[in-house]
């Protein structure tokens, strides 16, 4: 054979052996990798916890009839409760979840970007939500 002959179709068995090895192997899989979801209110629900029970779920305050974690007051559940077409009672609130419904409710209507007017219309209005609010600044 000439020399000529060889070098070409050497080149040849190089060009046809190149795709046969750069090419991926044949797996019909995927991976979905866990994201860590966004939870925007999640300091300022735990700060609020402490600050209004110390994260007591089954904290009641009789003076005000206030009920839960986040101490909600019958005035604020039926507000809720006529705004969201719901039913709960006072008693509910002692479970964590609805209250957290509850006050994540009233979250979203001042939007998750404003963390001092929650924290002080949670609270109530007048002078006093200062405090409140520089109280729950400590635990954020």
Known sequence: MPASFKKILFFILLFLSVPYRASSPNINSF?????????????LIHAIGFVETMNNPLAYNPLEEATGIFQIRPIRLKDYNDKTGNNYKMNDLFDYE???????????????????????????????????WNRIREYL
């Open 31 to 43: 991976t979905v990798f866990a994201t860590t979801p966004v939870e925007p209110y999640k300091k």
């Open 98 to 132: 609805v209250s957290e419904k509850i006050f994540l409710y009233f979250a979203d209507q001042i939007g998750p970007y404003d963390l001092e007017q929650i924290a002080r219309r949670w609270n109530g209005s007048g002078h006093m939500t200062t405090y409140y």
